[in-house]
Nanobody, 124 residues
Framework: QVQLVESGGGLVQTGGSLRLSCAASGRFFGLYTMAWFRQVPGKEREFVASIIGTGGRTDYAEAVKGRFTISRNNAENTVFLQMNSLKAEDTAVYYC?????????????????WGQGTQVTVSS
C-alpha cells in the first residue's frame, strides 16, 4: 500500500514557476513508476509527466515539454514537478500517481495509487 501526499500548489502569475512535491509512504518506493496528472472541472484527468523507479527515464505531455521537469529522490520517497514558464492553461488540480513496475503510461487507469491533489492557479 502506498499513500501519496502532494504539496506546493498555489497562485502564480503567467510566466512564473512552482515546484510541486509528492511524499510517498510505504515500502519499495524505488520500484514504482511515478507520474503527475492534472484535471480541470468538466474534463478528464490529463497526463503531465512520469518517471521510472531509477529516475533514468522520463516522459512528458507535449503541452509541458521544455517547461516542466519531473524528478525523484528515492532516499526520501519523494517525487517533484518543477513547473516553469507557467501559462493560464496550466491551471488545474495536480495529482501524483504511482504504479508498480518500470513501464509508464499516459492512461490514468494504469495507476494504482493517487494523492488528494493540489491546486495550481496561473493568473494572467
Amino acid at each position: 500500500q502506498v499513500q501519496l501526499v502532494e504539496s506546493g500548489g498555489g497562485l502564480v502569475q503567467t510566466g512564473g514557476s512552482l515546484r510541486l512535491s509528492c511524499a510517498a509512504s510505504g515500502r519499495f518506493f524505488g520500484l514504482y513508476t511515478m507520474a503527475w496528472f492534472r484535471q480541470v472541472p468538466g474534463k478528464e484527468r490529463e497526463f503531465v509527466a512520469s518517471i521510472i523507479g531509477t529516475g533514468g527515464r522520463t516522459d512528458y505531455a507535449e503541452a509541458v515539454k521544455g517547461r516542466f521537469t519531473i524528478s525523484r529522490n528515492n532516499a526520501e520517497n519523494t517525487v517533484f514537478l518543477q513547473m516553469n514558464s507557467l501559462k493560464a492553461e496550466d491551471t488545474a488540480v495536480y495529482y501524483c500517481a504511482a504504479r508498480m513496475g518500470t513501464t509508464y503510461s499516459h492512461n490514468s487507469e494504469a495507476y494504482d495509487y493517487w494523492g488528494q491533489g493540489t491546486q495550481v492557479t496561473v493568473s494572467s
